[in-house]
């Protein structure tokens, strides 16, 4: 699976941003998705995932009522929207597939990743 980040950038904190991630290279509708973040000096983190047909969703408790995970299977996109940013969500942004329908270990392929700066 090819994924490719956009959307991401410098915001102010209080505000919002949406990411995309576009997909290619495998039935889109066949596998789980997922979003991590890693921030400077800190290792990779789990931030949402959302299953094949976008019927489950999960969240870190951190991002919990403030980003929300979806997608669109007719687009090979799945989105991360979030709001009432906060500093501590500055980080590389990476989208992540799965190898099967729900999420299970680890996912199997990798986005390149996209920055988000949240300014005070």
């Known amino acids: 699976v090819n994924l490719v980040e956009s959307g991401g950038g410098l915001v102010q904190a209080g505000g919002s941003l949406r990411l995309s991630c576009a997909a290619s290279?495998?039935?889109?509708?066949?596998?789980?998705m997922g979003w991590f973040r890693q921030a400077p000096g800190k290792e990779r983190e789990f931030v949402a995932t959302?299953?094949?047909?976008?019927?489950?969703?999960r969240y870190a408790d951190s991002v919990k009522g403030r980003f929300t995970i979806s997608r669109d299977n007719a687009k090979n996109t799945v989105i991360l929207q979030m709001n009432n940013l906060k500093q501590d969500d500055t980080a590389i942004y990476y989208c992540?597939?799965?190898?099967?329908?729900?999420?299970?270990?680890?996912?199997?392929?990798w986005g390149p990743g996209t920055q988000v700066t949240v300014s005070s």
């Open positions: 992540a597939a799965y190898k099967f329908i729900f999420v299970a270990g680890s996912p199997d392929s």
């Open positions: 290279g495998r039935t889109f509708s066949s596998y789980a």
């Open positions: 959302i299953s094949a047909n976008g019927g489950r969703t």
